[in-house]
């Protein structure tokens, strides 16, 4: 039964959320203020109260949730960019667990569910055992306050699947110490720098193509990038209250060109352009129109009326480095591209 309870809270929380970026399981509705002030947790919901904070300092965007704070201010930034997909079947948490109540803050927030009475006589006699008559622990373990926090579940706003996994009761960890090794997707550098990958965000990939917008059946169409125009980018995670932190950073590595068709060939015949210097592919230059381009497309057929979806694919690597950890850690590369329009005309021949 209180599993069900459980996932009902975190339910609840899914239909509440909806101003931050990642949200967490009802119980941050509680005023979330640790000693010394600033936010221990996110809250689902905007406004006072929440525990929830955000802002900005110069060129630094940071905004709280799950007790994490997110540095995104290398991160990429315009109207078209997005977020990566990782090329496996890997994918940042859906759920976690961090710090999120003080003992006051546990109390604060507990109590008035049980005299509520909404989730069962059973279940809340069984809560009160645990945080209030010391099986385990004993009056919300006020006597450690400034020691250590509670920790609860968070979950990722998109709902992805095993948002639901994280079904732990409440449970303390003391300042200084790690929390208990049986608990799954406790916050640590690593789970930080898996939740930063999913806000790196990476410019759109619209390549240069000679000809330009128009091209002819078999005739070689170049492609390249310049690479300037994807440098890394990179998000930070931190948890300030536990002293611990994690940036992953994304790196263009290669473009793959999609021609839109079955009926065309590709450069190389991978389709797949390797980083070259400063530059993907490379730039057609007068004079080079019988040469084979390094990175391209040729088009054995006419788009007719209309046009080809040429799709443009960066692969970006990524890497994090982080709390306690000796040089950069590898996680899966991620991709990102977009689609443009490419006409492809017949070759009109003149007859005198």
Do not use: H
Not at 47 to 57: K, L
Not at 259 to 268: K, L, N, Q, V
Not at 286 to 296: L, M, R, V, W, Y
Request: net charge negative.
């Amino acid at each position: 039964m209180p599993a069900v309870i459980r996932l009902f809270r975190l339910a609840t929380a899914a239909i509440a959320a909806g101003a931050l970026c990642l949200v967490s399981s009802p119980s941050a509705f509680a005023d979330q203020t640790p000693p010394g002030g600033g936010s221990i947790g996110g809250g689902s919901g905007s406004g006072a109260g929440t525990g929830a904070t955000g802002g900005t300092d110069g060129d630094t965007i940071n905004a709280t949730a799950g007790g994490i704070v997110f540095d995104r201010s290398k991160n990429g930034k315009g109207g078209t960019v997005g977020a990566v997909t990782s090329t496996t079947t890997w994918s940042p948490p859906a759920c976690w667990y961090a710090p999120k109540y003080t003992p006051a803050q546990l109390k604060a927030y507990l109590e008035p569910i049980w005299e509520a009475g909404s989730t069962g006589y059973e279940w809340d006699a069984q809560q009160r055992d645990r945080y209030v008559n010391g099986d385990p622990y004993k009056d919300f373990n006020k006597d450690k306050t400034g020691k250590g926090y509670w920790w609860d579940s968070y979950v990722d706003e998109n709902y992805p699947p095993g948002w639901d996994k994280c079904k732990e009761p409440i449970f303390w960890v003391d300042e200084g110490d790690d929390p208990p090794a049986d608990i799954e997707n406790a916050v640590t550098p690593e789970i930080l720098a898996e939740l930063a990958y999913a806000e790196i965000r990476v410019p759109s990939t619209k390549v240069t193509l000679a000809p330009e917008g128009t091209t002819k059946v078999n005739l070689p169409t170049w492609a390249w990038l310049d690479a300037a125009e994807f440098k890394p980018v990179s998000v930070t995670a931190s948890v300030p209250v536990l002293g611990i932190e994690a940036t992953t950073t994304a790196e263009p590595v290669s473009l793959k060109i999609g021609p839109g068709t079955e009926d065309a060939t590709t450069y190389p015949a991978s389709g797949v352009c390797g980083l070259n210097g400063d530059r993907i592919g490379e730039a057609y230059a007068k004079g080079k129109s019988d040469e084979t381009p390094p990175c391209g497309v040729r088009y054995l057929r006419s788009s007719g009326g209309g046009s080809y979806q040429l799709k443009a694919t960066i692969t970006w690597k990524i890497s994090w480095t982080g709390t306690g950890v000796v040089g950069a850690q590898r996680l899966p590369d991620g991709e990102f591209g977009a689609e443009q329009d490419v006409v492809v005309q017949e070759i009109q021949a003149v007859n005198r």
